[in-house]
């Protein structure tokens, strides 16, 4: 009896912590899946999957980096799935935006994230985890399940990927309009 109450006490307070990670899911979902909705449903599938999986997660290991591992393996299941089937419905017309923006921030931010999604896979996912989302270096190499090394590597040329491509033109160095 007293193992069944510390087992509904412990899932009661790790569903409390994966509640709290709600926020950092989305932004890396965001970083993996390119349409918002996707991301959305992407962070869905992580939390049922952990949710129904809460026996599995070992206490004393950190629940963000086990979360970001399922998030990221179900991304990489739904690749797959993907360019096996190739709907199509990518490239329709009914996903573009009705109209521009008339903001100047709102097109730098987009020009940014159209430079962000060009990055290949790697680099973008490595990118979201330490630079935006502030996850050191060791936790991000055990969520990408690689060595430090590559971590700062992938960051590092991510970087200078999007300098290169948001560094004005040479004859026009003056701030951007």
């Known amino acids: ?3 069944t109450a510390q087992t509904l006490r412990r899932d009661d307070s790790l569903h409390g912590s994966i509640v709290e990670l709600i926020p950092a899911l989305r ?3 965001r970083s993996l899946a390119r349409d918002p909705t996707e991301a959305d449903d992407l962070v869905q599938e992580t939390l049922m999957k952990a949710i129904a999986n809460t026996d599995k997660f070992q206490p004393g290991t950190r629940l963000r980096s086990w979360l970001f591992t399922i998030m990221r393996n179900s991304f990489s299941t739904r690749c797959v799935k993907a360019n096996r089937e190739r709907p199509g419905g990518a490239d329709c017309v009914s996903a573009l935006p009705w109209t521009e923006a008339t903001q100047h921030w709102s097109s730098e ?3 940014v994230m159209t430079a962000i999604r060009t990055l290949p896979r790697a680099q973008r ?3 979201v985890l330490v630079a935006m989302l502030g996850i050191e270096y060791d936790e991000a190499a055990r969520i ?5 090394g590559t971590i700062k590597s992938r960051l590092n040329r991510a970087r200078e990927q999007l300098r290169l491509a948001l560094e004005p033109p040479a004859g026009n160095r003056g701030p951007r309009s």
């Open 144 to 148: 990408c399940d690689c060595p430090i």
């Open 27 to 29: 932004a890396f979902a």
């Open 109 to 111: 931010l987009r020009e």
């Open 125 to 127: 996912e490595v990118l």
């Open 1 to 3: 009896m007293r193992d």
